[in-house]
């Protein structure tokens, strides 16, 4: 079975950073078109924070760009997420997704958490 390992998260300072690494195991039976950072804080929606294609095309959320900067190693399968400046309203649980098409799956990691506080 696919797992979603993460690893980085924990407390950090407001304009500190920390940078979150995701990195899938098990076999991946379809074609990986998307991986990203989906982040959730407590009593919110998961939303976006950032993604990236396998073509490497990055989408961030507007709360996010300037200061955070994901990328991949494809050979992988392997994303990052760079959070600098941190504020906190980053503060979440955050997840790694790994999208597949053919078939189409969405892989979800376990999340881990960011903390931004003084």
């Known amino acids: 079975q696919v797992q979603l390992a993460e690893s980085g998260g924990g407390l950090v300072q407001p304009g500190g950073s920390l940078r979150l690494s995701c990195a899938p195991s098990g076999s991946i039976r379809g074609i990986v078109t998307a991986m990203g950072w989906y982040r959730q804080a407590p009593g919110n929606q998961r939303e976006l924070a950032a993604t990236?294609?396998?073509?490497?095309?990055?989408n961030y959320a507007d709360s996010v760009k300037g200061r955070f900067t994901i990328s991949r190693d494809n050979a992988k399968n392997t994303v990052y997420l760079q959070m600098n400046s941190l504020k906190p309203e980053d503060t979440a649980v955050y997840y790694c997704?790994?999208?597949?098409?053919?078939?189409?799956?969405?892989?979800w990691g376990q999340g881990t958490q960011v903390t931004v506080s003084s």
């Open positions: 997704n790994l999208r597949t098409m053919f078939p189409v799956v969405n892989y």
């Open positions: 990236i294609t396998s073509g490497g095309v990055t």
